[in-house]
């Protein structure tokens, strides 16, 4: 899962953020803070991975409630992360683990999702807009990596 993490946001980021902190990224520190994640996770909250036959595991996402002041985390969840290999993009894999994710946030009892995005990360908010997710006006600066990383909230309809 850290390499799946890893792998994606060097590829997803590059020409993005800073070519030195995708360089520097490294699995094994990534893998003890997947570990705790995913031993907190509370079904029907958490992670979901995706295998491949050959590959191991290809992808990952995370749900939880949401965490924005201005949702209500009992009605709307948030798709915390969601990773896949880029020689598994365009496969349909990225929609299962979405379909996966909206299960989950529907099993909760949640009527709507919302996921942030990096501004920039064109080829992501092309798929979301693809599933039925819109940009719903909210924006934050993630300074949190030494760096300002500018983020668009994006919001779907999940449950009837």
């Known amino acids: 899962m850290a390499i799946v993490h890893v792998r994606s946001w060097q590829a997803t980021y590059r020409g993005q953020v800073p070519q030195n902190y ?3 990224l490294d699995p094994a ?19 979901t991975v995706l295998e491949h036959d050959t590959d191991g595991v290809v992808g990952l996402i995370n749900v939880a409630p949401s965490r924005d002041s201005d949702t ?13 290999l880029p020689e598994h993009w365009g496969h349909g ?51 949190s990596r030494g760096f300002p ?3 668009i909230r994006y919001r779907r309809h999940i449950a009837a």
């Open 72 to 84: 209500d985390p009992l009605t709307v969840g948030e798709v915390i992360a969601v990773y896949l």
């Open 29 to 47: 520190q990534r893998k003890q803070g997947w570990e705790q994640w995913i031993r907190s996770d509370q079904p029907p909250w958490g992670t």
């Open 149 to 151: 990383m500018r983020e």
């Open 93 to 143: 894999g990225g929609r299962v683990l979405m379909n996966d994710g909206r299960r989950r946030m529907a099993d909760a009892g949640c009527r709507d999702a919302v996921l942030w995005v990096l501004e920039t990360n064109h080829r992501a908010r092309r798929f979301y807009e693809a599933d039925g997710w819109q940009a719903d006006g909210s924006i934050k600066t993630d300074d």
């Open 22 to 24: 995708l360089d520097g």
